[in-house]
């Protein structure tokens, strides 16, 4: 299972950015919670969203009403939307999905290598 997660770069404060994050895998298999968190330097990892296959969503209260997740179930493809950027919105984030393969036949969370947002004030 691989993660692939683009969308990253420098924009300045009030902007947006769009992320998105492409799970892909030679196993059969099936995609529970899809997610993204950041961290930012010297700082712990934090969650940022989470999205159900239902849809269900869930977000820090640091980005409720400026960032939407959703996914694409049939292109197993989770997005994160960042309007109204502030400085403090600077980390590496990083997506990532619960995953049921059929070669380990369990449930294991994967991450995406992470991808660097910079906003500048």
């Known amino acids: 299972v691989q993660l692939q997660a683009c969308g990253g770069g420098l924009v300045q404060a009030g902007g947006f950015l769009r992320l998105s994050c492409a799970a892909t895998s030679k196993s059969m298999w099936s995609i529970n919670d899809m997610g993204w968190y950041r961290q930012a330097p010297g700082e712990q990892r934090e969650l940022v969203a989470l999205?159900?296959?239902?849809?269900?969503?869930t977000y820090a209260d640091s980005v409720k009403g400026r960032f939407t997740v959703s996914r694409d179930n049939d292109k197993n493809t989770v997005y994160l939307q960042m309007n109204n950027l502030n400085p403090e919105d600077t980390a590496v984030y990083h997506c990532n999905a619960h995953i049921w393969t059929i070669d380990d036949y369990q449930w294991k969370t994967y991450w995406g290598q992470g991808t660097l947002v910079t906003v500048s004030s």
């Open positions: 999205i159900t296959k239902g849809a269900t969503t």
